[in-house]
């Protein structure tokens, strides 16, 4: 079964600094992998999906993931933080003919001023 | 944003009593989702629905039962409550299994005393 994992659930970067939240799957067919976001109090909203077209995928608010299959990773990056981006992020991944997402357990990302 | 309403949004209740949660969806959605979001698990899916009267378990079904009696609603039954089911509930749909992208509700918290 398909399966992600984040490493740290906890991350704090400086506001203007690199955001680099790891995520690193388990499949054994070509996955679709995803991050989602949650504000408190919020549901998720998808940030980005890979889908086996780009290995880059750029997502909204800045975000970005690169699929590198050799690593088994789908990081996601953000060249500089802002204070609104400190959330809840989940990796996700599903089988190209599952019916429903595996998630990770989530990072917190703590902007500082 | 995807038309998707969870009721209740909050609830108390005590141990051994029945609760149903709703989600209802106006986006004609045929994929329907529970999970449930702890702290330190991430969202753990409950059960999932692929069409009228067509569900199936999650991996965390236990205690749980769903029904699906039109397109728009998926219903969530806890039986029998107990504190081990005190957890934010979220409902999320799906229009295509292959595109893999869902979209959530605002969650229902639950509280079991």
């Known amino acids: 079964a398909q399966s992600v994992t984040q490493l740290g659930s906890h991350v704090s970067v400086s506001e203007g600094a690199l955001v680099l939240l790891r995520c690193n799957y388990s499949?054994?067919?070509?996955?679709?992998l995803f991050w989602y976001v949650q504000y408190p109090n919020q549901g998720l909203q998808l940030l980005l999906k890979y889908t086996s077209a780009a290995t880059l995928v750029k997502g909204i608010n800045g975000f970005e993931a690169e699929f590198k299959k050799s690593e088994t990773s789908f990081h996601l990056t953000k060249p500089s933080a802002h204070m609104s981006d400190a959330a809840e992020y989940f990796c996700a991944v599903s089988e190209a003919h599952g019916y429903a997402l595996n998630f990770g357990k989530g990072t917190s990302l703590l902007v500082t001023p | 944003d995807a038309g998707i309403t969870q009721s209740p949004r909050h609830k108390v209740t005590e141990t051994g009593t029945p609760v149903t949660l709703r989600c209802h969806q106006t986006?004609?959605?045929?994929?329907m989702y529970w999970y449930r979001q702890d702290p330190g698990h991430g969202l753990r899916l409950i059960h999932y629905s692929y069409g009228v009267k067509d569900t199936d378990k999650g991996e965390v079904s236990d205690g749980y039962s769903v029904s699906r009696s039109k397109t728009e609603d998926f219903l969530l039954t806890l039986e029998s409550a107990t504190s081990s089911q005190t957890s934010v509930y979220f409902c999320a749909i799906s229009e295509s299994v292959r595109a893999g992208e869902l979209f959530f509700g605002e969650g229902s918290r639950l509280t079991v005393l």
């Open positions: 986006e004609n959605h045929r994929y």
């Open positions: 499949s054994s067919v070509p996955p679709y």
